[in-house]
């Protein structure tokens, strides 16, 4: 509920309706409105953050801060959401970088 209600706010602040972001960034136009129960993806969140030129953490209400200042690249904060959205592959990803740490200490 957060994320839509700070796009909401966003959208009002810039004179623009929730269709028209949603038609800027190639998403369904009703996509946005369903983000009200069910979590967008991390692809169409990015692209919403970017339009509004806000940080993804700031949409998902897990910074007050709109603007992004975790000194990540662009790709780098896709995969961090993307693991964020994901927690099997989050997992399967903190598995794998203990097993090439345990490797590197074996040699």
């Given amino acids: 509920m957060i994320t839509f ?12 309706s929730l269709q028209d972001l949603a038609r800027s960034v190639n998403i369904g ?30 949409l998902l209400g897990r910074s007050d801060n709109p603007t992004q200042e975790n000194g990540h690249s662009p790709e780098i904060q896709d995969i961090i959401d993307y693991m964020e959205q994901n927690s099997d592959f989050a997992e399967s990803i903190r598995h794998l970088i203990k097993t090439v740490e345990n490797q590197k200490k074996d040699k």
Avoid: F, H, Q
């Fill in 29 to 58: 136009e009703n996509s946005i409105y369903a983000w009200k129960t069910n979590a967008p993806t991390s692809d169409k969140l990015r692209a919403v953050a970017d339009y509004l030129d806000v940080s993804v953490d700031y």
């Fill in 5 to 16: 209600e700070r796009i909401k706010k966003l959208c009002k602040a810039r004179g623009m």
